[in-house]
């Protein structure tokens, strides 16, 4: 069974990808692999609130509980993941990057990542 720096490097070596970190609940980072310079532990102490956020959004519109989203913005895209209920993981990815095959693979392998944690 691979383990969560491993599932963490695969993910980086994805086509576009600069930026790869799972983090608490509490803000920290758990593991990361970096690039063009973004700092993970910036990244960590952000996502939180952002989930918050989102999911207050989807109670609020009846959608439930925040899984997974995309955010766009001018220099990329961030994909952003509850892997359970401590654990978030961010994927950030340059704007000519398509992110299906990585939306589907994080759907369908979240427990298993999550069981890495």
């Known amino acids: 069974m691979p383990t969560i720096r491993e599932v963490v490097e695969a993910l980086s070596r994805r086509p576009g990808v600069d930026a ?41 519109g009846g959608r439930g509980e925040f899984d997974t989203g995309v955010l766009e913005f001018g220099a990329g895209l961030a994909v952003v993941a509850v892997l359970h209920a401590d654990a978030l993981l961010v994927v950030l990815v340059q704007p000519s990057t398509n992110v299906g095959a990585l939306l589907y693979d994080l759907r369908r392998h979240r427990s298993a990542i999550a069981g890495l944690l």
């Open 20 to 60: 790869v970190v799972v983090a608490g609940r509490d803000g920290l980072p758990i593991d990361s692999h970096t690039a063009n310079g973004v700092d993970p532990d910036t990244v960590a102490a952000l996502v939180p609130s952002a989930i918050t956020s989102m999911t207050q959004l989807g109670e609020a």
